[in-house]
């Protein structure tokens, strides 16, 4: 991975472990969001999943909604306050980093991503794609949401966190063809957003895997 993700990372621990508690405190989620995860939440139960895996979690809001609908929830983020607060709120939580996760291939039905992969460099997605493939069921489902629609990647000087975090993005149809070198797009949905020249793409993706049985 090179000294570059450590750094990133590390930068990336620290930041989200000052910001867990207030973070963890909004309570309200913005309506695209909870539309977002409703329809996510209607692929899974159409797909007959049982067990989900969270990646980046957070404080984990929707960890608990995805658990509180009756499936069985495993959330994972890098920050340990994150993790700590996770559990708190009696989620099965543990510190990982989506690169090498410490569980066997085909753990889990389905793996929620919600803006959080939109931190990894753009020479590292392939293999974070691949991992999560990986832990995927050979029918299971991806969820991945990040902001994108302009191809860039840095720190974000904007950021009004500190230490200010690393955002990779990337427009539309470069998403769309680098996800489909592993997967196969069960939906593509564009929300706009009010931050200036972005948008949030969210992906449904199926293993790829399951093509063999079409």
Request: aromatic residues 12%; contains cysteine.
């Amino acid at each position: 991975m090179g000294n570059q993700y450590g750094n990133i990372k590390a930068s990336l621990i620290r930041t989200y472990n000052n910001y867990a508690e207030q973070r963890s405190t909004k309570s309200e989620v913005e309506p695209w969001k909870v539309k977002e995860r409703e329809a996510f939440l209607q692929a899974m139960q159409n797909n007959k999943s049982a067990s989900l895996l969270e990646i980046g979690a957070g404080p984990g809001q929707d960890s608990l909604f995805f658990k509180e609908k009756g499936f069985q929830v495993t959330c994972t983020d890098l920050s340990p306050e994150m993790v700590r607060i996770c559990k708190e709120r009696g989620l099965d939580a543990r510190v990982m980093d989506y690169y090498v996760m410490d569980f066997p291939d085909g753990s889990f039905d389905a793996v929620y991503a919600m803006n959080c992969l939109l931190h990894v460099p753009k020479n590292q997605i392939r293999a974070v794609l691949v991992e999560v493939r990986r832990v995927l069921k050979p029918q299971g489902l991806f969820y991945l949401g990040v902001y994108g629609g302009q191809d860039s990647e840095g720190i974000w000087e904007q950021d009004i966190y500190e230490p200010k975090r690393f955002f990779s993005f990337f427009t539309d149809e470069r998403i769309i063809e680098l996800v489909e070198e592993y997967y196969h797009i069960d939906s593509f949905n564009m929300v706009k957003y009010q931050t200036e020249g972005l948008h949030f793409q969210s992906m449904i993706l199926g293993n790829s895997e399951r093509r063999s049985s079409h």
